[in-house]
Every structure is written in C-alpha cells, then in structure tokens.
C-alpha cells in the first residue's frame, strides 16, 4: 500500500514513540527508553505542525517542528525527539513528510528550517542534503578519562561568582560579534538578560558549573556545563567563550580541563560539547581535542519572497503591452 502523509493525531503518540525509541537504540541517547520517548513525544504533541506517514493504517515515521518563539521569529526546528522513520522506504518517506510540513513553516514566516540527526545516520543525512540542507552545527562527545589534567601556566580557573557576572555578559557579546565574521557570518544579535538569568541560575544549581578562566586575576574565558538531557551518563558543555587575545595560550585546554575534572568527580562517563561547523576556531579546538561528532544539526534557509512570489501573483506588471 502507498504512503499516506496525515496530520500527527493524538492517536498516534504510542506508535511514534515506539518508533522513535527504536531508532535510537544505540548510541547511547536517553531516547532509547520507551518511556522517555513517550514523554517527549506527548510533550511536543499539539504544540506545532506536525504530520505523520501511514502504510496500512499504522505510523512508520513522522515529523513535528517546534515554530518560531515569537512574532516576527523565522526560525524553525525539528528536534532529535520530532522525528523518526522506520526502515524500508526511508528517503520517500522523509522526503514527503518535509514536503507536507515545510509548506506549513513557511506559512508561519519560518524561513530557516533546522533539524537534529545523528552522526552516523549517513542515510538519513544524505536525504536531506538532497532537500537543500547544509551542515550547520556539530555535537560531539568523549570519555572522561581522568580527574582533570596539570594547570596550564598562568592560568588559573575556578567557579565564578556574582561579581563576573558583567564581564562574563561582556565575553558572551564579543563572542557574537566573532560569529558575524566570516566565514560564520551570523547576525549578532543576543538576548543579554537571558544569558544573564542564565548565568544566575547555574550560580545556584548544584547539578551546574560555571567556571572562569583568568590570567593576571582578570577573566579571560568561562565554560558552563550540566548534565545533558539526551545523552546517558553524559555532562554537556553550554556558553564557552575565550577572549581573542587569549586564544592559543592555553586557557580553553585549561578550561576543558577542569569541566572533565568536574565531570569525572561527579561520575559522568563522557562529556560533550556543540559549536558550528564554519566556526574554524572552535571546530579545530573541540575536534582537536578529541570530541567526535555525534549529532548533526542541519539548515536550510529559504528565500522569503516565497511568502509573496506564488502561483497567484500576476506578472503582467512586470512586461506591460506596448502602447
């Protein structure tokens, strides 16, 4: 029987669940257990777009998006936790459910789309490569192997406190305004106050770290970490930053350092971190590093002329008749 594309029902969320526990089986994500999918999938359920393919009457794959946060938003994403498509018929099946919701996203003005896909799903990866998608960021994990290496010279780190706070809002922006260069060339726009309650919070999470690197006792570079929600038995690395005068002196292998100290003392079996694949620093510190590519966030960014230029737009205007 042939594939039919229908809106996600609530009906639906046992099978999908199913289907997404399976395809997680290995690897080592949290998604693996039945109940764990079940709950993420009800969490996401009747919050966006969301459509689902049937063969037989049954759910053999399925896609939701989260939409844009707020009006005027164009972002778009599909989380490791919206989508699943069981085996045979794979690339069909994900290719007409994108089709039914990326008409859907446009309609929401949501012009850049990402989605989350394992590394090693090279299938899967292809798929959407073939649907105009580009690799954008990179996941990546490794083993703790030890209870945090020898102090680089000159560097000290520890935990920061409420007075780093502004020059730790100052590190973050002048990462931004790194990542609206070339060859990244993002729009540097950040919500301080968020970031900022952000910070506060991990102050007073004992489950966090916010650790700050300094030299000549001023700060000079921070990394946060905290249990990952989707890894088992895995801390992930947030905000990291490391001021451009300091680079290539050590003090993000220092800050890395005390973040697998910290992970080791806590009995998390590997930690990771996620950074952009055209961010050359980071990909060739985090890789240098020893952090191999686990997920995959993919983009792709539609013209938004798209939301005006249709089938019913008339073109006469454009050539009129001669008079």
């Not at 969490?43 to 777009?49: D, H, I, N, R, V």
């Not at 459509?51 to 009457?57: K, T, Y």
């Not at 085996?87 to 003005?109: E, I, K, M």
């Not at 996941?139 to 030890?146: D, K, L, P, Y």
Request: hydrophobic share 45%; with cysteine; aromatic share 8%.
């Amino acid at each position: 029987m042939s594939l039919e594309i229908v809106p996600f029902e609530d009906g639906f969320v046992e099978q999908a669940a199913a289907l997404l526990a399976g395809a997680h089986a290995t690897g080592g994500w949290t998604l693996a257990d039945a109940d764990v999918a079940r709950r993420l999938v009800t969490a996401w359920q009747g919050s966006g777009p969301a459509v689902a393919a049937l063969r037989d009457g049954r759910v053999t794959a399925f896609m939701a998006a989260t939409g844009p946060a707020h009006p005027g938003g164009q972002s778009a994403r599909v989380r490791l936790s919206q989508h699943a498509c069981a085996p045979p018929g794979r690339r069909g099946a994900y290719r007409s459910l994108y089709a039914a919701l990326s008409g859907r996203l446009t309609g929401l003005g949501a012009f850049e789309h990402a989605l989350v896909l394992p590394a090693h799903d090279q299938d899967a990866i292809t798929c959407f490569f073939e649907l105009g998608f580009g690799l954008d960021q990179v996941r990546g994990f490794q083993s703790v192997t030890r209870a945090g290496a020898p102090a680089t010279a000159g560097v000290r780190v520890r935990a920061a406190r409420p007075e780093d706070l502004p020059r730790l809002l100052d590190l973050t922006v002048e990462l931004q305004g790194f990542h609206a260069g070339a060859p990244m060339l993002r729009p540097a726009l950040v919500d301080l106050r968020a970031i900022r309650d952000g910070f506060r919070a991990a102050l007073d999470d004992d489950r966090r770290a916010l650790l700050v690197a300094e030299e000549h006792g001023h700060p000079v570079g921070l990394m946060q970490v905290g249990p990952d929600n989707l890894r088992t038995g895995a801390a992930t690395i947030g905000m990291a930053v490391v001021t451009a005068s300091a680079r290539s002196g050590g003090v993000g292998t220092a800050l890395l350092s005390a973040v697998e100290g910290w992970a080791g003392q806590r009995g998390f079996g590997s930690y990771g971190a996620e950074w952009s694949s055209a961010n050359l620093v980071s990909d060739a510190f985090w890789r240098g590093r020893g952090m191999v590519p686990a997920q995959f966030t993919l983009t792709r960014l539609i013209d938004s002329r798209v939301a005006w230029a249709d089938a019913t737009l008339s073109y006469r205007h454009f050539a009129p008749e001669p008079p």
